[in-house]
């Protein structure tokens, strides 16, 4: 018996018994490459689902990030508008306005020009004494998801101002109109537009009347202030 057993051969997992009788340890190469391969993916996966949660932590202040340089973006357009109907008015000799119209729920821009130097006035224009310059600019396609308004919540009013917003008011705060006009002596309508993007963030274009400047803010909900831009 014991000489069959020197010369047989005996696999028990990885040991196996040789013909000179010694017992040795011959994992194969197969068993080997799947106890490997079994590792390396686990390892994939673990990492694979450490990225996703990494991802989902990170994504709602990407998102906030995007909504802040958007907002940035269309207040920065909106000033240079605002400032070149200035240096318009002044080269023409005539008053040109800005206004703000809302058509099937979506923002326009519309440019008026006044046609007998008494100013853009609402009557003029449906009449057709000041005229329309050119098409109405969508705002929603121009930004984005920026748009005129003010958030469900009460905000203070952007400085000089005083007092507070109603939440979801008026975002165009022009002395009563619709619309920015600016004068051949460089004096424009004393204002602000309020522009929001994504029901939270909030900026503020504001025009200074008699000098015709423009500043720009955004609203720090976490200080509960206006920031210069």
Do not use: K
Request: charged share 20%; hydrophobic share 40%.
């Amino acid at each position: 018996m014991s000489a069959e057993f020197g010369l047989g051969t005996l696999v028990h997992g990885t040991l196996r018994v040789s013909r000179d009788g010694a017992l040795r340890r011959t994992g194969s190469s197969s068993d080997a490459n799947v106890s490997s391969s079994g590792a390396g993916l686990a390892e994939v996966l673990i990492s694979l689902a450490l990225v996703g949660l990494a991802a989902s932590w990170a994504a709602p202040e990407v998102a906030a990030l995007r909504r802040g340089v958007a907002l940035r973006a269309a207040a920065q357009d909106l000033g240079t508008e605002i400032r070149a109907l200035r240096q318009e008015a002044a080269a023409l000799s005539r008053y040109q306005a800005l206004a703000f119209e809302q058509r099937d729920g979506r923002w326009m821009l519309q440019h008026l020009a006044d046609g007998n130097r008494n100013g853009v006035r609402a009557a003029e224009v449906a009449s057709g004494v000041d005229r329309r310059v050119g098409p109405p600019v969508d705002l929603q396609q121009r930004w984005g998801a920026v748009r005129p308004g003010l958030p469900g919540t009460a905000l203070p009013r952007v400085p000089p101002a005083r007092g507070a917003l109603l939440p979801r008011g008026d975002p165009l705060q022009l002395s009563g109109t619709d619309r920015v006009s600016c004068a051949p002596d460089g004096s424009c309508t004393t204002g602000t537009i309020y522009l929001i993007a994504g029901g939270e963030e909030v900026a503020a274009v504001v025009v200074y009347g008699p000098t015709g400047r423009v500043r720009l803010w955004r609203y720090a909900p976490e200080a509960g202030t206006w920031m210069r831009y």
